[in-house]
């Protein structure tokens, strides 16, 4: 398995809501990443799991969640988003080293109406 | 602090055309550099990356860059563009500081092929 999978592939939510996005991989990676892109922009790094422990988080709002359960999983958490942060969520995944680039998820694009 | 820098945010070529998309980087340390692929509605492809093993490096879908470090350069090429090409391309460095390692993109280049 090569692969990151994530879920949901699109994601409809008001101001008001709690939803989660949901990222896989069983590449027996260590680090696991999200990312924020916006159209026609590059992807941002919002948080950066290392064996299953946060350690960057580059100074997201408190309204987005981060948690990584177990090496194979990593979850964002939103509740009480603005329409701003409506933007394509990606995934990603790497061995422990950082010469080795990433893999990425497909992402989840989400709209907050 | 590591960061790419990509020159034009948009080029356009006919098919069968030389592809070349640029990138310069700033970096302290050697760097490790980074091509990355994005189609429409899609995640980042991994073309090629440079971890100083060599300076020329090949890709796949036929892509290659050359580090070069006086010019602080990681330019990407292709000798021939094909219409599957046009897509988002992003150049990326590896930043290390105390807190951990991440991947950190350039602005991007859209790459437009013409019949």
């Known amino acids: 398995d090569t692969e990151v999978t994530q879920t949901p592939k699109h994601l409809v939510m008001g101001m008001t809501n709690k939803k989660s996005l949901k990222c896989e991989q069983h590449?027996?990676?260590?680090?696991m990443y999200w990312y924020k892109q916006k159209a026609k922009k590059p992807p941002e790094l919002m948080f950066v799991y290392s064996y299953e422990k946060l350690s960057i988080n580059e100074s997201v709002p408190s309204r987005f969640s981060p948690e990584c359960p177990n090496s194979s999983l990593l979850n964002l958490h939103l509740h009480a988003l603005q329409p701003e942060d409506s933007a394509l969520y990606l995934c990603?995944?790497?061995?422990?080293?950082?010469?080795?680039?990433?893999?990425f998820g497909s992402g989840t694009r989400l709209t907050v109406v | 602090a590591q960061s790419v820098t990509q020159l034009g945010s948009h080029v356009s070529v006919s098919e069968g055309a030389l592809v070349l998309l640029r990138c310069n980087y700033s970096?302290?340390?050697?760097?490790?550099l980074f091509w990355y692929v994005q189609y429409p509605n899609q995640g980042l492809q991994l073309l090629l990356k440079y971890t100083s093993a060599a300076t020329l490096v090949k890709g796949i879908n036929g892509f290659e860059a050359e580090f070069k470090k006086s010019e602080t350069s990681f330019h990407l090429t292709k000798p021939s563009a094909h219409m599957s090409d046009a897509a988002e391309y992003f150049c990326a460095v590896s930043r290390a500081n105390q807190a951990g390692t991440a991947l950190i993109f350039g602005k991007g280049t859209t790459l437009s092929v013409s019949s």
């Open positions: 990603a995944s790497s061995r422990s080293r950082d010469s080795d680039g990433y893999t």
């Open positions: 970096s302290s340390v050697p760097p490790y």
């Open positions: 590449m027996g990676h260590r680090a």
